[in-house]
């Protein structure tokens, strides 16, 4: 296992997506800095085996202090959902009708919409409603992020979230469909989902944990395309623990330029934070498969090399 150095147990957390299982920080974190991490309320335990940020239990608190409902990204996390951006202020629904006073205003970000007896009770809205609520509101990447962990959690159907999306009307509308319509619970967290989205905006179709299998080659890849032969990966600050893993990678990848699959992969800052040369990158290897030349990179990518 390999320890995340001077990287916290929170920023770790963060990272994940701002809620994760014992066994998700155990890959960087040892048991003792875990426990360390609770105790001086830098993370919060969320139930048996699960971790959280704080705010995620402050989020809970505020919701049912103001009698309303937490919605948008603080029910994603709520439900236990990996999400992109984890939001400094809690997201809050309250009934239509509801007027906030003056001394119950700030602290928050309000909305308001009818809200079924059943998440007035919880504290929380339901999974899907929070599924299109982040799908309507959220840009695409953000959005499509919360609806792959809602599907990978079993906590919405495909199919469910697809036809609530189709029924929409109003602002967003046509957003949540488009999620819906991508939506995928075989992403593994946020940052895959993330990744992929910007393939989408390119124009790039890929599957993601594609299985590629050729003559003395099997790999599971964050995204890829059988019929391009194309493998586009994430890579997380962990991805070589150790000199042992840094050689099985490279071989690896030795291997995708063997059999003739090109391999695209980008590192968790770019992805998250550098969007402009992601999509740089997938529309200059779009155009050199089309016999094209690529344009120059953004200005401010021109050195990256």
């Given amino acids: 296992m390999r320890k995340a150095g001077a990287m916290s147990v929170a920023s770790t957390l963060t990272r994940l997506g701002g809620c994760a299982t014992t066994k998700e920080l155990r890959k960087h974190h040892s048991r003792r800095a875990i426990a360390a991490a609770t105790a001086a309320g830098e993370v919060e335990r969320a139930g048996k085996g699960r971790y959280a940020l704080p705010s995620v239990g402050e989020h809970r608190r505020l919701a049912h202090a103001r009698k309303a409902a937490q919605s948008h990204l603080s029910a994603a996390l709520e439900h ?3 999400v992109k951006t984890v939001p400094e202020t809690a997201q809050l629904t309250f009934p239509r009708r509801r007027r906030l006073r003056s001394e119950h205003q700030g602290g928050f970000e309000p909305h308001w919409a009818v809200l079924e007896l059943g998440e007035i009770k919880a504290g929380v809205t339901s999974p899907l409603r929070t599924v299109l609520d982040c799908a309507r509101t959220l840009p695409f990447d953000e959005g499509l992020a919360v609806a792959d962990s809602a599907l990978r959690s079993g906590k919405v159907d495909k199919a469910d979230l ?140 021109r050195d990256a090399a």
Avoid at 244 to 267: E, M, P, V
């Fill in 80 to 82: 236990g959902w990996k």
């Fill in 162 to 301: 697809e036809c609530a999306a189709l029924v929409l009307k109003g602002p967003g509308a046509v957003a949540a469909r488009r999620v819906a319509k991508h939506a995928d619970g075989r992403a593994a967290n946020p940052l895959e989902s993330v990744l992929r989205a910007l393939t989408i905006e390119v124009g790039l179709e890929l599957t993601p944990q594609l299985e590629v299998a050729d003559p003395g080659l099997y790999a599971k890849v964050d995204l890829g395309s059988e019929e391009l032969r194309l493998v586009v990966e994430a890579e997380g600050y962990e991805t070589h623990g150790t000199r042992k893993g840094l050689r099985r990678d490279c071989r690896r990848h030795a291997l995708f330029a063997i059999w003739g699959w090109a391999s695209l992969r980008f590192a968790y800052e770019d992805v998250m934070f550098e969007q402009e040369w992601v999509r740089w990158v997938l529309r200059s290897w779009l155009v050199l498969r089309e016999g094209g030349t690529p344009s120059s990179p953004p200005n401010r990518f």
